[in-house]
């Protein structure tokens, strides 16, 4: 199986930081990556998928990349609605696994 | 409106079987892959199962295979998750979710105790 190492697993920003979350494959995933946002009590959301593409509706100021194995989510700017847990997901290989989340909360 | 509701969760005991639901509404239920995650209390998201758009194939994290069937009624646009030989680590919130994950149910919970 594909282990999907995110990291770190708990970050604490002030709100105007920018803010990077990252996971790392163990195998080549290509671009099969997406970031999911979970907040209390709700569902998952995705918020990037294909590692670079914003999904519908999710605010400009997240972005995802990638440099080689690493792929990243970044907020630029912080807000107090992105207080959260932030998934990542590979999906080119079954079982489709995620990392093992960071909870973002504000200093 | 896109909408994925679940029901069938409750309280069971250890080696029960359960059956859960999640019917879709507001797409071509037809035309999209669907998955299963649970996420066990406080702990993060794991990926169990997936079936093809046309049921043509099915993939199941190795925690459950042999013990769950994911199937689908694309005439009810409904999705199904059978689980029998339940167990306490089995204890979840269960969602379904469409295809590349653009929505996912509210969740339904299931709880393995006796």
């Known amino acids: 199986d594909i282990q999907m190492t995110q990291s770190p697993s708990s970050m604490s920003a002030s709100l105007g930081d920018r803010v990077t979350i990252t996971c790392r494959a163990s195998q080549d995933i290509g671009n099969y990556l997406s970031w999911f946002q979970q907040k209390p009590g709700k569902s998952p959301r995705r918020m990037i998928y294909?590692?670079?593409n914003l999904a519908a509706g999710v605010p400009s100021r997240f972005s995802g990349s990638r440099s080689g194995s690493d792929y990243s989510l970044t907020i630029s700017s912080l807000e107090s609605e992105d207080m959260a847990i932030y998934y990542c997901l590979q999906s080119i290989q079954y079982p489709y696994t995620f990392g093992a989340g960071t909870k973002l909360e504000l200093k | 409106e896109v909408q994925l509701v679940e029901s069938g969760g409750g309280l069971v005991q250890p080696g029960s079987s359960l059956k859960l639901s999640c019917v879709a509404s507001g797409f071509t239920f037809s035309s999209y892959n669907m998955h299963w995650i649970r996420q066990a209390p406080k702990k993060g998201l794991e990926w169990i199962a997936l079936i093809y758009y046309d049921s043509s194939n099915k993939y199941y994290a190795d925690s459950v295979k042999g013990r769950f069937t994911i199937s689908r009624d694309n005439s009810k646009n409904t999705l199904y998750l059978e689980m029998n030989s339940l167990r306490s680590e089995d204890t979840a919130m269960y969602y379904c979710?469409?295809?590349?994950?653009?929505?996912w149910g509210q969740g339904v919970m299931v709880t393995v105790s006796s």
């Open positions: 294909g590692a670079t």
């Open positions: 979710a469409r295809g590349k994950g653009d929505y």
